[in-house]
């Protein structure tokens, strides 16, 4: 099948787990391949393919590996997804591995890029939770000049596309640390609110080590000497590296206030403890004046003080109410009622 008559619409039939394959010639895509014809469409000088796969089967991969000569190690890793995200070179080829991260109901669900960048190709594999790279491949053939970078172009897209995807996780987790924030200012936190602060915390920190790694990744592509990556592109990994950074200190920062608010909230929930210990304290110390008294007075002795004085009755009830109304305003003074 040459480019002029896949161009001209005759169809290609698509492998399970081949989401698009593409061969681009000055930035524009001249033909739609199968996997078996990728070989020989990478060996045609300015050519490069371009293959996008969603969690392919071992076969398929060792496809592929035939037509790129892929190394053994690198597809292995291809295919057992849980990845730390990280860049290794074989021979003149990159084999790279990004986290990706989406939210799923309340949580975040984390996902694997890896990505083959040779001569000629790049091949991205993805796992698990992962936006598709269909807007990647529009944005770059929507701008020929660009895609005619080559295949370090399409790598700067790519990386930058799953950097940019951390925003939006980060920015609803905000929103909830903010609300959460306020709230637990105003008052005590529920036990479920607790349960829901540590899954946050949990989460950013699952987020940290996903993203973390992947400064070493972009800044060993803006300074190292390695293949496939011209100098001319350098300044655009090193963009990536910077808002990878930027995602790391917003998922610091978050983690930082969620532990601030988790202390509030004990700071809170032990002052409100002991304010009820003083009111408990202050009120059993006010009862206690006229039980004594009381007690005293029920011990039955026939010799006791006042027992036969006319006004003895209203003396100790008076001499209850000063005590106790003295008791009151003092502890109302300190702040205790």
């Known amino acids: 099948m040459d480019a002029a008559s896949t161009a001209a619409g005759t169809t290609v039939h698509v492998a ?110 993805r796992h698990g939770a992962s936006t598709s790279y269909t807007p990647v491949r529009e944005r770059c053939e929507s701008c020929p000049r660009a895609l005619a970078r ?12 799953i950097v940019d995807n951390y925003s939006p996780v980060l920015e ?24 829901r602060l540590y899954s946050l915390r949990r989460d950013l920190l699952r987020l940290r080590n996903a993203v973390g790694p992947l400064v070493e990744v972009c800044r060993k592509l803006e300074h190292d000497n390695l293949p496939m990556v011209r100098p001319a592109m350098q300044p655009q990994f090193r963009d990536v590296t910077d808002h990878v950074r930027t995602i790391q200190e917003q998922i610091d920062s978050l983690r930082e206030v969620l532990a601030f608010a988790f202390e509030a909230s004990l700071l809170i929930g ?27 007075y029920g011990m039955n002795f026939k010799h006791m003080p006042e027992l036969d004085w006319e006004y003895g009755y209203f003396a100790v009830i008076g001499s209850i109410l ?12 300190v702040g205790w009622l």
């Open 172 to 195: 609803t987790i905000h929103a909830e640390v903010e609300a959460m924030e306020a709230h637990v200012l105003a008052s005590a936190m529920t036990r479920a609110e607790i349960e």
């Open 322 to 333: 000063i005590v106790c109304a003295a008791l009151f305003w003092r502890f109302r003074r």
């Open 150 to 161: 080559g295949e370090d172009y399409i790598l700067y897209a790519i990386l930058d596309f």
């Open 16 to 125: 399970e787990g081949v989401v698009a394959a593409g061969v681009y010639v000055d930035g524009r895509r001249v033909a739609n391949i199968a996997i078996e014809e990728a070989a020989s469409w990478r060996s045609k000088p300015g050519h490069v393919v371009w293959i996008g796969l969603h969690e392919p089967d071992m076969a398929l991969l060792s496809s592929v590996q035939r037509q790129f000569e892929l190394h053994d190690l690198a597809i292995e890793d291809a295919d057992h997804a849980h990845q730390r995200p990280k860049i290794e070179q074989y021979g003149d080829a990159l084999f790279i591995v990004a986290r990706t991260a989406q939210l799923a109901g309340e949580g975040i669900a984390f996902g694997e890029t890896h990505l083959f960048v040779g001569e000629g190709y790049i091949v991205s594999v």
């Open 270 to 296: 032990q002052a409100q403890e002991t304010a009820v210990s003083k009111k408990l304290a202050s009120w059993l110390a006010i009862i206690a004046v006229p039980t004594a008294i009381a007690g005293i």
